[in-house]
């Protein structure tokens, strides 16, 4: 019984999670503390979304707290054409400088989950020079669809391209955590061909994570691209100590990604090549920190070549220069060698720690101290979010059948308003939009096509949401110059407290088309967005004939 | 004991790719089909719960697969794979070129001459796929910076047609880049052949083995770093701040509170 329990003990330290794995997990948690959206199915729409997160984590996830940098460098690049996109370039080079590809070794939740899938027992596919030349792809996918298509459609429609058409995580992390929520029956009148294609594609990558070690990744995540460019300047991360290093190569080959050297650009400093080093020449850069300048004793150079250590297997003439090497131990024994025993003082019989001892137990305090402010900030974090933040208010009596809330909104180009009740001869069509929503901005057409048929028989008044991001009436003059439809601004209500669009319903989906009939009697409220002029023919004349 | 566990993981490894690559084209199947059913609305909850129960069991099986499997590896763990270092051949060979003394015998000379060669179809090789890469980005670079090919009416189709030009030249270059690859490898082991054949003719009057002393890589050089890292950070800290007062962090949190409805791929 006891030798049992033993061996469960022993399969539990040798199987305890790496720190790398926990501060893995952590990012994950911190990135997503809003647990509360995944109960309410709503997106987080605090404050701290102004802020982009290191890693990959989609800011439509329900759980979401900060920003994706894709996707705010994609957006940002849609809109170069009235904001010069500082912000996100600022904040990608202060990161990649600080932590550089790091953040794919520790705070990705998208490696993260890639590298828990690939713990699954299949064969796996081995790199090589394939799987080298395949890892540049993932520049000409952040060159085409993370710089060049948003910038051609700059000024004309907002279009991040990577996310629309590739992005796995936003279809795993976004879609499926909304579409699980019971509350989110409406967003699945949304699916169609886009998400099928996604859906493919998530299959497809989680697939390949299973068989490539951090499939994703390696050939394909844009954001580890441009991380890879500060490989050279990050300050954390680790490097060769080339006075140690014999260029035995085992680190390349301990190495699952694609590096040509220990801290190249395809590197994501997970440190699994120091286990391999057999002269520990591989540190981490910054390791100089927790050490002083008189603690740094550096070993004396190996007395013997280590060539005296290594024994070739199998060797022949042909494959002499691919003989598989075994590294002694010995050899890493002479450069290192083990900490001087302690020494007592003769005299006062004290003991003395040496310099090792001194920085061992100054490291110990600092990784206390880290873990202890990471702990407290994960767990008021997590307070915050879910028991302090008060999500955005919804007006109630929204739903089809109910009687529409009277509203008055200021009306572009004109110093006239539009009120609700004072329109009642017709059916209203009430469209949300913003400049920043592509969807939006695509259907505002059709329903000019659809205006200009049965005009005489509806009001329709697009209402462009409270968040602003550029003049709304240049933008309406350049793109929808002789629209007859009324466009108009969203404004806080006297009598709800609250903008039109909260009080029909709306949290954070864009856009949403609701349609009241002559009575003030909501027949229609859907976030629903139309791909033709016929789409709202179809929908809206029968109610006509009603 | 060692043999039959092998045996028993290879015919499980096999078992369990099968399995997982016919439960990932069930999922794919079945959202082709409600794609292709035609319904006025494609997708429901029922709808979607319908069709992942008729492809249940199958899942259930691929997870119990997974779990089977992790307990097997965990009772008899698979052995600690050796590691294989690889020889620099490049390394080797520019270490043999300068043991070779200044006048060598006709016959090394021969030797030496057909090793030239062989570096010189390695150079061809390498200049022909940058040739190709840089053709490839021309092109690219022509067709993506064309506004005419970015028309707003038809998105999903402008970006179709650019990712069909840029296609192709991605596959031509990484076909171009393995085929470099192998030749150069194949290239090297000759070169590597005669480089030794000619050492080996001219033993006694050997240059002695000089240290390769290489020039510090400029970004391995300390002084240039540090000033590259303050130079980015002061960069970095100012557009940030530029980007805080010319509204790039609203524009952020607005896009951030807002579902992406077509990010998730919804649309």
Redesign the interface.
Known sequence: MKNFFAKIKDWFVKHKPTKRRLIQVYAALLYNANIKGFVTGNIYQGASKQFCLPGFNCYSCPGAVGACPLGSLQNALAASKTTVPSYIFGIIILFGLTLGRTICGFLCPAGLAQELLYKIKTPKVKKSKATYVLSYLKYVILAVFVVLIPLMYSGVIPVPAFCKYICPVGTAEGAGGLLANPNNDDLFTLLGGLFTWKFILLVLFIVGSIFFFRFFCRFFCPLGAIYGFFCKLAMIGVKIDKDKCTDCGLCISACKMDVRKVGDHECIHCGACMSACPTKAIVWKGSEMFLKGSDCNTPAPLSKPLSEFLKKTGTTEETQESADVDISMQASVEINPAPVQMQENAVTAKVVPTVAERVKKRNKTLEIVAWATAGVVLVSSLVYYNFIHKDAEVGEGYEVGCIAPDFTVDVYGSDENFTLSENKDKLTVVNFWATWCTPCVAELPYFEEFYSQYGDQVNLVAIHGTAVTEDVDAFIAEKFSGYEITFAQDAVQAETEMNVYNTYGGVNSWPTTVIIDEDGVILYNSSKSFHSAQDLIDLIVPMLSE | MKEKMRTV?LI???A??AL??AV?AL??AQ??I??NSGAE?????EI?GEKLLEILAPCVLWILA?IG??V???IHPDEEE????????K??LKSLQSRLPDTLAEESQTLVEQSKKWGMYRLIAWLTYAAVCLAGVIV?TVY??N?A??K??N?NGE?TA??LT?LPW?IGA?CC??GV??FENHALQQQ?ALMKKAVAANAKNLKKAVEQTQKTPL??NKKV?FG??IG??A??????????F??????????????????????
């Open positions: 993981r499980y490894g096999i369990f790719s997982t690559a990932a999922f794919i959202v082709l409600v794609y609305q494609l997708f429901t909850r979607v997974i499997g992790l097997v590896w965990n050796k590691l294989h270092a690889e020889k620099d051949s390394k080797t690219c993506m910076v506004p090919h970015f707003a009416d998105i970006v650019a990712v840029v991605t990484y880049a393995l690859f192998v590597l970004f391995e770093v590259v890292r980015l950070i960069v970095g800290i100012t557009l940030f701040v530029i980007g805080i010319n509204g790039g962090l609203n524009d952020v949190l607005v896009k951030a509170i807002n579902i992406c409805t077509e990010c998730i791929g919804l649309g």
